[in-house]
């Protein structure tokens, strides 16, 4: 099953590469799938990589390496990781050391939490904010006022950068819905952007999965997270 799915990596790579604008950046998501199978899609030029799971996420930045200071002398050295997942703030230790961009910030407690974190360590921690934009119940993600709020005082914030957005659509096969959700966040990037003209690094929004990049890129995503459609279905 392993080899089969190894097999059509590079293939599915391909195939998103055929499609995929240049400048919009594809994060493959390889929660739950081995270290054979990041280092097959390395191999096929892929260089940035997603994990929600901080226990999972430390243990393949270790081995593999990356764009963080000691994974210079491992295998994969200029791999660059992004933590997509839900994080407590007891695990900070377990993702900022190794990640290039926490994309899934969703509560001001954890916010405060890696900013502090970023400042202990002379560090200044790129994130994106995560945006509520599906219909799901859920609490995590902030809505839009909760945004500007954070944003008007974001000089507060030492030892964070505000990057941009991260929305996930409603999980559904109605595509006027995951359209107007991508509508939603892409409108309030463009509204931001405008807003906040001195905030020059806030230009990214991260949505699209493996059902619905293709709708994301047409509005506006800088970055996609494609797990399924690269690694095939994960085993829980
Ligand atoms: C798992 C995950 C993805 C990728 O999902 P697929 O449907 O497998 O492409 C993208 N974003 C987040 C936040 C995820 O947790």
């Known amino acids: 099953m392993i080899s089969e799915n190894l097999v059509m990596i590079s293939e599915n790579l391909d195939s998103i590469r055929r499609v995929l604008p240049p400048e919009v950046k594809l994060v493959a998501v390889s929660k739950f799938h081995p270290n054979e199978a990041i280092l097959e899609a390395y191999a096929h030029g892929q260089r940035v990589f997603g994990e929600n799971r901080p226990q ?3 243990a393949k930045a270790q081995s593999l390496g990356g764009l963080f200071p000691g994974g210079e002398s491992l295998p994969c050295p200029d791999l660059e990781w992004h ?3 839900h994080l407590q703030t007891n695990k900070l230790k377990m993702v900022l050391p190794y990640a290039s961009i926490v994309e899934s910030v969703d509560s001001a407690h954890l916010l405060d939490a890696v900013n502090a974190w970023g400042s202990a360590n002379g560090r200044v921690i790129d994130i994106l904010l995560e945006m509520h934009i599906g219909a799901e119940e859920t609490k995590q993600g902030f809505h839009e006022e909760e945004i500007l709020e954070l ?3 974001a000089e507060k914030y030492r030892g964070v950068r505000f990057c941009g957005l991260m929305g996930m659509a409603s ?5 006027d819905a995951i359209r107007a959700d991508f509508q939603r966040i892409s409108l309030f990037m463009d509204y931001l952007r405008d807003l906040f003209p001195e905030y020059s690094a806030f230009t990214q929004l991260s949505i699209g999965m493996s059902g619905d990049w293709k709708i994301a890129i047409q509005y506006g995503a800088t970055s996609v997270r494609i797990g399924t459609a690269i690694f095939g279905p994960r085993a829980y």
Do not use: P, R, W
């Open 151 to 153: 944003l008007f005082n």
């Open 83 to 85: 933590f997509i997942g």
């Open 171 to 175: 999980h559904t096969d109605d595509e």
């Open 56 to 58: 999972e996420f430390a």
